[in-house]
């Protein structure tokens, strides 16, 4: 990586066992593409102890040249059992590998570059309490997009109207964004 790994705690305590669980899976991350410029790691425990669910988070965000950014957030829901942080971690960091996988596919030419393209939209509804909503996009096509598509955390900051740039791509049940940028 060009730029130093970053890794933040928030309300969680930093050990050792921690600290090199994150470090070599983001190393790892490198044998899938080898380009990376920086990864930041959030560990977040967002309440007390749950009755149910997990009261840990874990975003990881990547920057990959020429100008792609990847997000990956994990937060077991409601309905899952009690997950350890460890757990929480490795999932994400699954999830991130996949992205890079993909990405790395389409850079090499292996996947057709009309599946995914980068396009102007504008939120034209938000369901904040379900964590998705809408795009329309120049063309008046409705793209779907969730929270954990939304880069730099900035779901809590659309509002009906916002501009972004997204790249969509085809899932079962239509056009869906998998990464929005809010743009000025």
Do not use: W
Request: charged share 30%; with cysteine; hydrophobic share 35%.
């Amino acid at each position: 990586m060009k730029v130093p790994l970053e890794i933040s705690y928030r309300d969680i305590e930093k050990t050792d066992a921690i600290d090199t669980l994150v470090r070599e899976k983001a190393a790892k991350l490198e044998e899938f593409h080898g380009e990376i410029n920086s990864c930041r790691v959030a560990l977040e425990k967002e309440h007390g102890s749950p009755d149910s669910g997990s009261p840990y988070r874990v975003r990881i965000d990547l920057r990959v040249p020429p100008s792609h950014e990847l997000a990956v957030t994990k937060n077991p829901e409601e309905s899952t059992q009690y997950v350890e942080l460890e757990t929480v971690i490795r999932e994400a960091f699954e999830a991130a590998r996949k992205q890079l996988v993909k990405l790395n596919e389409q850079q090499q030419g292996e996947v057709k570059e009309h599946l995914q393209e980068e396009m102007a939209a504008v939120v034209s509804e938000l369901f904040p309490e379900q964590g998705y909503g809408f795009l329309r996009s120049l063309q008046e096509e409705q793209i779907y997009f969730h929270r954990n598509s939304v880069l730099h955390n900035d779901f809590d900051r659309l509002e009906v109207g916002t501009g972004v740039q997204c790249l969509v791509e085809e899932g079962e049940q239509g056009s869906q964004a998998s990464t929005v940028r809010i743009v000025s």
